[in-house]
Nanobody
Framework: QVQLVESGGGLVQPGGSLRLSCAAS????????MDWYRQAPGKQRELVAS???????AFADSVKGRFTISRDSGKNTVYLQMNSLKPEDTAVYYC?????????WGQGTQVTVSS
């Protein structure tokens, strides 16, 4: 019904940058809010950034000033630009939407920040 496909993870040195992408497809007929979550080993999944259908954004305190979230106008494709990456940003990053009272998740993309 709904698919979320992520791309863009990888290995980067501290201070480096990565850009994640997520495209939603399936039975989605309107522009909807989209989020990025992350989960580090041994930790709970946490909300990193959100963007509304109108383009308003919100960020976790830990990434403010370093990460930006954006979307293609009028589309359900979202990007997470991650700058000044730190080792503590290492995690699996997941794209998320909520539609019809159900939560949908992407398959996750690994981001590793290490020298």
């Amino acid at each position: 019904q709904v698919q979320l496909v992520e791309s863009g993870g990888g290995l980067v040195q501290p201070g480096g940058s990565l850009r994640l992408s997520c495209a939603a497809s399936g039975r989605i007929f309107v522009v909807i809010p989209m989020d990025w979550y992350r989960q580090a080993p041994g930790k709970q999944r946490e909300l990193v950034a959100s963007i509304t259908s109108g383009g308003s954004t919100a960020f976790a305190d830990s990434v403010k000033g370093r990460f930006t979230i954006s979307r293609d106008s009028g589309k359900n494709t979202v990007y997470l630009q991650m700058n000044s990456l730190k080792p503590e940003d290492t995690a699996v990053y997941y794209c998320h939407i909520r539609k019809g009272g159900l939560d949908y998740w992407g398959q996750g993309t690994q981001v590793t920040v290490s020298s």
